[in-house]
């Protein structure tokens, strides 16, 4: 499975996180994992409608320079880490059979894990290296609903045994007020909002009951 992820951030709060933002500001994740589904098919002449339920192990992060000082880069300087880790989630799938293939949309929900994490440098050592325990201002990890659209394309090699090869794009929300950052704006709130939209892509092997 291969991921990729375009991420929009904002702060809906007092602006201390998006007021330093421009539009070029977006995250482009990326990264590879594994999953595993399980579900039930029912044909009827060549119209096939089924429903299936999914787990996967995600391994797709990236980092945005908040453009704000002179930052050194991530994750250093100003900077917001994001992390896509794993989801759940049900699909609705519908298809035509053309022979030994069948061809097949999904829609669905999943609740993903992701882990956001603001880093700024002016608040670490006395030396002013760069220190995660001491710069890492604020993290949280949130599992976030999307929903799910995609297709793909099943191929039966024996009686028991399919391969498949179909892609999906899942939009996600996620929100988190920085307590941290709260204490150093004399008490207004602040915090990070992100809009993701997620694609992935997967092959992978059936096993027919």
Request: hydrophobic share 40%; glycine share 12%.
């Amino acid at each position: 499975m291969l991921s990729n992820a375009d991420v929009e951030f904002s702060d809906p709060w007092d602006g201390h996180i998006g007021d330093r933002l421009t539009a070029a500001d977006s995250d482009d994740l990326s990264g590879a994992g594994l999953g595993a589904q399980i579900g039930y098919l029912h044909q009827h002449g060549n119209f096939v409608i089924g429903a299936e339920m999914f787990a996967a192990w995600n391994n797709a992060d990236g980092c945005v320079v908040v453009r704000e000082t002179d930052p050194s880069g991530c994750p250093y300087g100003h900077s917001i880490e994001t992390e896509i880790e794993h989801a759940l989630g049900v699909d609705a799938k519908f298809g035509v059979a053309a022979g030994p293939v069948l061809f097949y949309g999904l829609a669905g929900v999943s609740w993903t894990s992701v882990k956001s994490t603001y880093n700024d440098w002016t608040f670490g050592g006395e030396d002013d290296s760069y220190d995660p325990e001491d710069d890492s201002i604020d993290t949280n990890s949130e599992m976030a609903f999307g929903l799910r659209l995609g297709g793909g394309a099943e191929f039966m090699v024996t009686e028991r045994i399919s391969v498949f090869a179909q892609g999906a794009y899942t939009s996600l929300d996620t929100s988190f007020l920085a307590k941290d950052l709260t204490a150093l704006e004399d008490d207004e709130d602040t915090g990070l909002e992100s809009e993701i939209g997620l694609v992935q892509a997967n092959v992978g092997v059936n096993f027919h009951f």
